[in-house]
């Protein structure tokens, strides 16, 4: 097993002291901080993400996956400047919208997007559209993902599309949409750009809409 | 087809959007077209077999079809009281978010005269409370379902009386217990305030009227009492649970489950009471579990392991049809038991179905459901024991309350993690809702109805706006 397998394995089996004795141990036997990325926590995401969907993973063991590739980003983020910068994926914000509390699916969807290399601005639960528009603003993020559990609250999903409009900022960002009760029709009917039923489906969606 | 067959009793889980599976029909003679929902539902041999969602199919022409939902008992209560006589008859009413029961009584004597139960009216609008708080919130919405609810409590009391042959002036009191939802539909008060963070309505308290107001044939001056909610969407329901379990006026601790629809906690003693509620429902009513079904005929409700293989007992005595909440807590105890369901819930072997009793299977993904379910209720009920602080040996007695409640194994409860004390203090009540609506019966004078007092000292705790219970809830979806 060569080191990235090693630590593409401490992530998969959700070992976050593993996984950063490893990365630090790599880094000490001169592997490139730009290296990690793509062969170690990008593939072991990847991997993890694949076991969710086949029902194989559930939320606790996704969840600590995402902790120990975290763990690893943690020491690697620092170190990615100059001949090590990584070109980033893209800058996504996200937050579960207002009303609504549920946090745990958008978590998700943030560490795996995270962990596929986006930069991540996570504005929380209960957010305000106005809150949304500021951060896109701020951050001159690509990406907005927002979450929704209850079906009385997922109509605030439109009302983001619409204040990202008001603000002159649509054609700006792409938006995608995810939740128990959200639908593909129903990332259509709002004029979002795409909807992930799951974590992912959501990556996958991000990045085909930062490519696009 | 769905206006049909809901007239004739069957349930449509997610309120007829097809989200679900819940409403399947067999057509056997007859012509219905397929559409993209059933598509996304049924399996093309089963779409080639004639199954259909009844709640996507117009009609047009006669149909011949065999349902798949049979006639489900509801729980009702027939456990002896304390009282003090009064004179007059009174019907008390548990109003759930699924299931009506009423029972008449005569106050003075303390006997159940008669009974009658229901599905909900509302259910076909949705089978949870946000489902009904979403279709509430225009104006035509709560009107409609406000209507419906009262007509149909007042036909189940014109049925009371027929079947008790009494004269009608004779009813003197009414006392209907219901979550905060149900109060609100019934009441005509405005749902939006729950349709959203922090989920609090201002108008929580005690709603009377006048039997005539209501449109039901009372005639005199019938008294109608809709006991007031806890905070949330706990509602009096859980207050009479409370009444029936005499939480409130002990000096020990003690904890109430009550596991219906939506699932609700409390605990407490005579100085301080903590209720939270978690919508914990569905997976045990049968809605997400993919051969899921309530508790009726051909349904597979217990599942034991001798000489290490499986065996299921199906009510009604058929061959079994599907698995309904205790069948699925039993099944996966068995599985958890056997070594065929891992701890983290994933089946040992890849398993894509585990066949119980054949055509009956358990999915991967309906274990997933279950671990959602008992998750939320089991961190729950550590997170109100963190609240008082007291730990799980405080607690002298916990009450399992509500349909499924009441059914539930013990063992395998406790064996999945639902619940972590020892059997000895877990107990079953019943329908505790309603019978705290017939102890209200006889004190109409108790803070007239009010029950200040008891509500000063309870708490609502908002499970879901604090930040460590997400974390004990991830923690609480794997199995010991």
Redo the contacts between chains.
């Keep these: 097993m060569t080191r990235f397998e090693e630590l593409q394995q401490a992530i998969i089996d959700g070992k976050a002291p593993v996984a950063k004795e490893l990365t630090d141990k790599m880094l000490k036997e001169g592997i490139r901080p730009g290296e990690f990325f793509p062969k170690a926590i990008i593939p072991a995401m990847d991997e993890v993400g694949r076991r969710m969907r086949e029902?194989?993973?559930?939320?606790?063991?996704v969840?600590i996956a995402a902790r120990a590739a975290r763990a690893s980003s943690d020491i690697l983020r620092p170190l990615l400047v100059g001949a090590d910068a990584m070109a980033s994926a893209g800058t996504v914000v996200c937050g579960t919208v207002?009303?609504?509390?549920?946090?745990?699916g958008k978590?998700i969807v943030a560490m795996m997007l995270e962990s596929a290399g986006f930069k991540i601005i996570d504005l929380g639960?209960?957010v305000t559209a106005e809150k949304i528009v500021d951060a896109v603003r701020t951050n001159q993020a690509g990406l907005v993902a927002l979450s929704a559990l209850?079906?009385?609250?997922m109509v605030n999903m439109k009302s983001v599309v619409e204040a990202l409009s008001a603000a002159g900022l649509r054609d700006k960002v792409k938006i995608m949409v995810g939740g128990a009760p959200v639908t593909d029709a129903w990332a259509h009917s709002i004029g979002a750009d795409g909807y992930g039923k799951d974590a992912p489906a959501a990556v996958e969606l991000a990045r085909q809409l930062a490519a696009a | 087809m769905r206006d049909l067959l809901f007239a004739q009793g069957v349930e449509f889980p997610c309120g007829g959007h097809g989200r679900c599976r819940g409403c399947r029909v067999h057509v056997l003679e007859g012509h219905v077209p397929i559409n993209d929902a059933q598509r996304e539902r049924l399996s093309a041999e089963e779409l080639a077999q004639g199954w259909r969602l009844a709640c996507q199919c117009t009609l047009e022409d006669d149909l011949v079809i065999e349902l798949r939902q049979w006639d489900a008992a509801i729980l009702v209560d027939d456990t002896p009281f304390v009282f003090q006589p009064r004179t007059g008859l009174g019907v008390a009413v548990d109003l759930g978010t699924t299931t009506l029961v009423t029972q008449l009584l005569d106050l003075t004597t303390g006997r159940v005269l008669a009974v009658r139960t229901a599905l909900n009216s509302q259910a076909r609008f949705g089978a949870d409370v946000?489902?009904r708080?979403?279709f509430g919130?225009p104006k035509d919405g709560e009107k409609q379902l406000r209507d419906l609810i009262r007509q149909q409590i007042g036909s189940l009391i014109e049925q009371l009386i027929f079947a008790a042959q009494i004269p009608e002036g004779k009813i003197t009191d009414v006392v209907v217990v219901g979550n905060t939802v149900m109060h609100h539909l019934f009441c005509g008060l405005d749902v939006e305030p729950l349709?959203?963070?922090p989920f609090e309505s201002e108008n929580l308290g005690l709603q009377s009227f006048r039997g005539q107001d209501l449109g039901w044939k009372l005639t005199g001056d019938a008294h109608v009492r809709f006991l007031p909610c806890l905070g949330g969407f706990v509602g009096s329901d859980i207050l009479a649970g409370i009444l029936a379990t005499n939480l409130g006026e002990r000096n020990d601790l003690n904890g109430l489950v009550d596991l219906g629809t939506n699932g609700e906690i409390v605990i407490g003693n005579r100085q301080r009471l903590l209720c939270a509620s978690t919508a914990a429902g569905p997976a045990f009513e049968g809605a997400r579990i993919s051969m899921g079904m309530r508790a009726a005929t051909g349904a597979i409700s217990e599942v034991i392991v001798e000489d290490h293989t499986v065996n299921c007992r199906v009510l009604g005595n058929v061959p079994p049809q599907g698995l309904c909440g205790s069948g699925l807590v039993d099944a996966v105890a068995a599985g958890l038991e056997l070594g065929t369901i891992q701890s983290?819930?994933?089946f040992a072997d890849?398993l894509g179905a585990w066949t119980l009793a054949a055509p009956v299977v358990l999915t991967?993904?309906d274990i997933?459901e279950l671990?959602l379910a008992k998750g939320a209720i089991a961190a729950g009920i550590r997170m109100l024991l963190d609240r008082f602080g007291a730990s799980a040996g405080d607690l002298k007695k916990l009450y399992l309350a509500g349909a499924f409640g009441n059914y539930i194994n013990r063992a395998s409860a406790q064996r999945i993690g639902l619940i972590s004390f020892p059997l000895e203090k877990v107990e079953a009540a019943g329908n505790t809702a309603l019978l705290g609506a017939k102890l209200a019966l006889f004190r109409p004078e108790e803070e007239d109805g009010s029950y200040a007092s008891l509500r000063q000292r309870t708490e609502h705790v908002a499970l879901?706006?604090d930040q460590s219970f997400?974390e004990t809830?991830?923690?609480e979806?794997?199995f010991p």
């Design positions: 029902c194989e993973f559930f939320i606790p063991e969840l207002k009303g609504d509390l549920h946090d745990i978590n639960v209960d209850l079906t009385t609250t | 946000m489902s708080v979403q919130v349709s959203r963070y983290s819930g994933r890849s991967q993904s997933r671990q879901n706006a997400q809830f991830v923690e979806m794997v």
